[in-house]
């Protein structure tokens, strides 16, 4: 399989940002003969289980999402964020399916933190504290930027600041979780307000954690990282 030219979508707002339409099912169907069926009898370790089954003719889901990759139906990205490649399969996919020429499958990224407040300082910080952290950090000056980040970019966790121009935190996590594609998007609001009324105004609007301003970057970081590894077990 060689692949000569890549498509990716330029994405709109009609389509999400997403620029795809639609799904497409890609499969890895292990059959099992007796060879098979004598290594999964014998407790045989799952990378041996997969040599043989290759051998056998299977077809790997990294290969069968490069086939989409072929016909222009998907891109490289869209295989290597939906795909758990196995690291010999990435090797042997880059050497053999792929032109030397063409892009590299894209390695897993980092978890991915939007930021989203008009002031510009707690930006800063935040961009820095979550950077060193480990995290990747987008960010948006608005609320209404904030939501077409979250569609565009789908990050892992969202920090939202609640009094902002053009749409504020209430109504951007509102939006944010009436769309299928981010509602399941952790979100943690920051306010200036501590009192309870805005508090459960932000739980209402489907805000996750609420936290005070001012506050400890080391307990926001906590508080993301809590909410992370919840989304993770879900």
């Not at 920051?190 to 459960?200: H, W």
């Given at each position: 399989?060689?692949?000569?030219?890549?498509?990716?979508?330029?994405?709109?707002?009609?389509?999400?940002?997403s620029?795809?339409?639609?799904?497409?099912?890609?499969?890895?169907i292990?059959?099992?003969?007796?060879?098979?069926?004598?290594?999964i009898?014998?407790?045989?370790?799952?990378?041996?289980?997969?040599?043989?089954?290759?051998?056998?003719?299977?077809?790997?889901?990294?290969?069968?999402?490069?086939?989409?990759?072929?016909?222009?139906?998907?891109?490289?990205?869209?295989?290597?964020?939906?795909?758990?490649?196995?690291?010999?399969?990435?090797?042997?996919?880059?050497?053999?399916?792929?032109?030397?020429?063409?892009?590299?499958?894209?390695?897993?990224?980092?978890?991915?933190?939007?930021?989203?407040?008009?002031?510009?300082?707690?930006?800063?910080?935040?961009?820095?504290?979550?950077?060193?952290?480990?995290?990747?950090?987008?960010?948006?000056?608005?609320?209404?930027?904030?939501?077409?980040?979250?569609?565009?970019?789908?990050?892992?966790?969202?920090?939202?600041?609640?009094?902002?121009?053009?749409?504020?935190?209430?109504?951007?996590?509102?939006?944010?979780?009436?769309?299928?594609?981010?509602?399941?998007?952790?979100?943690?609001m920051?306010?200036?307000?501590?009192?309870?009324?805005?508090?459960?105004?932000?739980?209402?609007?489907?805000a996750?954690?609420?936290?005070?301003?001012?506050?400890?970057?080391?307990?926001?970081?906590?508080?993301?990282?809590?909410?992370?590894?919840?989304?993770?077990?879900?």
């Open positions: 399989l060689k692949i000569d030219k890549f498509y990716k979508g330029k994405g709109c707002k009609k389509c999400d940002f620029g795809w339409f639609g799904r497409k099912a890609i499969v890895e292990l059959k099992v003969d007796e060879k098979i069926k004598a290594l009898t014998d407790n045989a370790a799952e990378d041996r289980i997969f040599k043989e089954a290759k051998q056998s003719g299977l077809i790997a889901l990294i290969h069968a999402g490069l086939k989409e990759v072929k016909e222009g139906v998907t891109s490289l990205e869209e295989v290597a964020r939906v795909v758990d490649v196995r690291e010999e399969e990435l090797k042997a996919a880059e050497e053999a399916a792929v032109e030397p020429s063409a892009p590299k499958l894209p390695a897993r990224e980092k978890k991915k933190i939007l930021v989203v407040d008009d002031e510009e300082d707690i930006v800063r910080v935040l961009r820095m504290r979550f950077k060193a952290a480990g995290y990747d950090v987008i960010t948006a000056g608005d609320g209404q930027a904030g939501v077409e980040a979250a569609i565009k970019e789908k990050p892992d966790l969202i920090v939202m600041d609640v009094m902002m121009p053009i749409l504020d935190g209430f109504g951007a996590t509102k939006e944010i979780r009436s769309r299928l594609e981010t509602a399941p998007i952790p979100i943690i920051l306010t200036a307000k501590s009192d309870i009324e805005s508090e459960l105004k932000g739980i209402d609007a489907g996750d954690d609420y936290m005070a301003k001012p506050f400890e970057a080391d307990r926001l970081i906590a508080h993301a990282q809590m909410l992370l590894k919840r989304k993770e077990r879900n």
